[in-house]
């Protein structure tokens, strides 16, 4: 089946610097994907939709410049934390909506990434 | 504006035990609603998928129902087994666009 490939799994920090985590999809094209930040005990939220060749649409209260979605292929996505600071620790997961899907389940999910800032 | 609820936040039963996990939304005009579940530290992985023209969906010992006119949808799992703890989510599909709408879960512990 679709598999969503995401790395790293784990990343310790300091406080101020970049980080960045990337998803792709090995074996279909996405052409949507989403971007999920889940904190403690809490629902999972979409943080923003990214659109190959396209900018990324954020959701209210997401900072832009702060989470850069860069989605240059069908297959790549890449979220960069810049200026990481210890309240964006959290787990982050991506989600790829395939080219292909007709209503189906449509999406696949990577196996989150555990962002630490110290 | 969709919202979408859990409940029980958490769960603990015997091994063996047949239980029921809920999900509500607030909002009926849904496309689909689909289970997920969790482990921890993990991603995630579909479950079931529930068209809004169905009424549920079975996989194994996994039956999940859904009445969307009074806005529910209900996860039936028989004979639980240890394997069976994480967390359970519920997410809906609304119609205009391919966001999720997730609720916030609900921890199942299975005791062996």
């Known amino acids: 089946g679709a598999v969503v490939s995401q790395h790293p799994s784990r990343v310790i920090c300091k406080s101020g610097t970049s980080v960045k985590i990337e998803c792709r999809s090995l074996?279909?094209?996405?052409?949507?994907m989403f971007w999920y930040r889940q904190f403690p005990k809490q629902s999972l939220m979409l943080m923003a939709t990214?659109?190959?060749?396209?900018?990324?649409?954020?959701e209210q209260g997401v900072e832009k410049d702060k989470f850069l979605i860069n989605h240059a292929s069908l297959t790549l996505s890449t979220l960069t934390v810049t200026s990481a600071h210890p309240e964006d620790s959290s787990f982050y997961i991506c989600s790829a909506r395939d080219r292909g899907d007709r209503g189906g389940i449509g999406y696949t999910f990577g196996s989150g990434t555990r962002l630490t800032v110290v | 504006k969709q919202e979408v609820t859990q409940i029980p936040a958490a769960l603990s039963v015997p091994e063996g035990e047949n239980l029921v996990l809920n999900c509500s939304f607030t909002?009926?005009?849904?496309?689909?609603l689909q289970w997920f579940r969790q482990d921890p530290g993990k991603g995630l992985t579909s479950l079931l998928l529930?068209?809004?023209s169905q009424r549920e969906q079975t996989s194994g010992r996994l039956n999940a129902s859904l009445d969307k006119s009074s806005g529910r949808s209900t996860l039936y799992i028989a004979a639980s087994q240890p394997g069976d703890s994480a967390t359970y989510l519920c997410a809906v599909h609304m119609d205009s666009n391919y966001q999720l709408i997730w609720g916030a879960g609900t921890k199942l512990i299975i005791k062996p």
């Open positions: 074996d279909f094209q996405a052409t949507t």
């Open positions: 909002d009926s005009a849904i496309y689909n």
């Open positions: 529930i068209q809004s």
């Open positions: 990214s659109n190959e060749g396209s900018k990324a649409t954020y």
